[in-house]
């Protein structure tokens, strides 16, 4: 008797896409089913596949012919928290691996993903509930850990070991033998030559390890303009800095709102979006803000206070001309 395929998160199109080739290639379901939390997102269309309900509406899945797969996957912490939800209802989790890809002599545990267009050497094992993206490679006795994400075009050489929960950004590549500890994060495009430590976040070229929020180094604005005279307003110089801010994320993150002291990576970011929020700030204020201080300063009002306040704690020191150029900024991305 075949069963019903409930895929667990309405973000992902490409998921759904898997599910359908797979359905299409094994014949193992008569049905797929959407599910969300975010109760907008109810009675949506994804490739097909309607949302019907929340996650809760795995109480009434049968637990001997049906199956689920959790499609959340842009940050490792998000994908445990679903993983754990979805658990606790007792449906089995199905493995998505693309019919293309080649899995001779590979070891996978229960509810892993493989996209299309991925490169798994011989010898490799892939921890449960891990996600390896479209291009990417994975080489020969390469170990991944439990709840991983690959994500696209990333290069895992030789002997690379992923401990769980770790996070491979976009184009990032590890050489071989090289051991990434659990929970942390390699940003996209970063080419890491070492040992990572346990819940480090490592990014650039060559990869180096990014120190986790605290007080803001000296201002931005300060270090890129000598002998600027500091305007009369501190806090209002950085509220307006929260306000494009603010802005930039909503936009790249495709959010209606942000509170000024969430996380970046709790909110949907992830090291791709962290690069482009980093070059849209980077334009709106003349500055070179490098994309491993999103990560440094990951809320509205840490990154602000990195941006238009001096280490020492000073008063603001952004500019009125970039002040100027901020508001303009804002203002052409009003709508008519």
């Known amino acids: 008797m075949k069963g019903i395929l409930y895929l667990c998160g309405a973000g992902n199109s490409e998921g759904v896409r898997l599910a359908k080739r797979v359905s299409e290639n094994t014949a193992q379901w008569n049905r797929i089913v959407l599910l969300d939390d975010d109760d907008r997102k109810l009675g949506h269309s ?6 019907e309900g929340p996650f809760d509406a795995l109480e009434r899945a049968n637990r001997t012919t049906d199956s689920v797969q959790n499609l959340v996957a842009r940050t490792t912490r998000g994908r445990e928290a679903a993983h754990r939800k979805i658990a606790s209802y007792g449906i089995p989790f199905t493995d998505l691996i693309s019919p293309a890809v080649d899995t001779e002599g590979v070891e996978c545990e229960s509810g ?8 798994l050497g011989p010898e490799v094992t892939i921890g449960e509930s891990s996600v390896i993206f479209m291009g990417a490679v994975v080489g020969h006795e390469c170990k991944v850990g439990r709840g991983c994400v690959v994500a696209s075009n990333a290069v895992l050489n ?4 992923l ?17 990434i500890g659990a929970g942390a994060t390699i940003g996209a495009g970063s080419v890491v030559l070492s040992d990572v430590p346990a819940g480090a ?6 990869a180096k390890t990014v120190d986790g929020v605290g007080k803001p180094r000296q201002s931005l604005a300060a270090s890129s303009m000598s002998q600027r ?12 800095l929260e306000g494009m801010i603010a802005s930039i994320w909503k936009d790249e993150l495709g959010i209606a709102e942000v509170a000024r002291d969430e996380n970046f990576f709790d909110v949907g970011g992830c090291s791709l979006l962290a690069l482009r929020v980093g070059a849209r700030i980077s334009e709106a204020m003349h500055l070179d803000l490098p994309a491993s201080d999103i990560f440094r300063y990951p809320t509205i009002h840490a ?9 020492d704690g000073d008063s603001a020191v952004v500019h009125g001309s970039q002040r100027a150029a901020l508001r303009r900024g804002l203002m052409g991305r009003r709508p008519a």
């Open 46 to 51: 994804v490739m097909g596949v309607t949302v």
């Open 112 to 119: 892993v993903i493989v996209y299309h267009n991925v490169t």
């Open 158 to 161: 030789a002997r690379v070991v």
């Open 163 to 179: 401990e769980d929960q770790v996070y491979v950004g976009t184009n990032a590549t590890i050489l071989p033998e090289i051991t």
């Open 201 to 206: 976040t490592v990014f650039g070229v060559p």
């Open 229 to 240: 005279p500091a305007v009369t307003s501190a806090t209002k110089g950085v509220d307006e």
């Open 303 to 311: 990154l602000a206070l990195h941006i238009g306040v001096g280490g």
